[in-house]
């Protein structure tokens, strides 16, 4: 079992940044691969990055060039560092952990909102 704890969300203008916190606990931190979501309002989640536990990041199209993902095992903490925010950035950012082996092995914390505007 792994629980998952989102912070850094909040209102910021466009053009400004802000950094997204999941503290995790429970498991093997090492062990999953670590992922951020995000939703808005009458859409679906989507996939904005991905970190796996030992590769390559990966991240949505939309926000390349912008967001960052990072971690820290040593403190069980990953990270999405966004700048250049948009407006269509505001959404419910999500934090996922997913075992490296046994995909059912699948949490979610409670989600952290970003609102964009002026």
């Known amino acids: 079992q792994v629980q998952l704890v989102e912070s850094g969300g909040g209102l910021v203008q466009p053009g400004g940044s802000l950094r997204l916190s999941c503290a995790a606990s429970?498991?093997?931190?090492?062990?999953?691969?670590m992922a951020w979501y995000r939703q808005a309002p009458g859409k679906q989640r989507e996939l904005v990055a991905t970190?796996?536990?030992?590769?390559?990041?990966n991240y949505a199209d939309s926000v390349k060039g912008r967001f960052t993902i990072s971690r820290d095992n040593a403190k069980n903490m990953a990270y999405l560092q966004m700048n250049s925010l948009k407006p269509e950035d505001t959404a419910v950012y999500y934090c996922?952990?997913?075992?490296?082996?046994?995909?059912?092995?699948?949490?979610w914390g409670q989600g952290t909102q970003v609102t964009v505007s002026s």
């Open positions: 996922n952990a997913r075992h490296v082996a046994y995909a059912r092995y699948d949490y």
């Open positions: 429970g498991s093997i931190f090492s062990a999953y691969n």
């Open positions: 970190i796996p536990s030992g590769g390559k990041t």
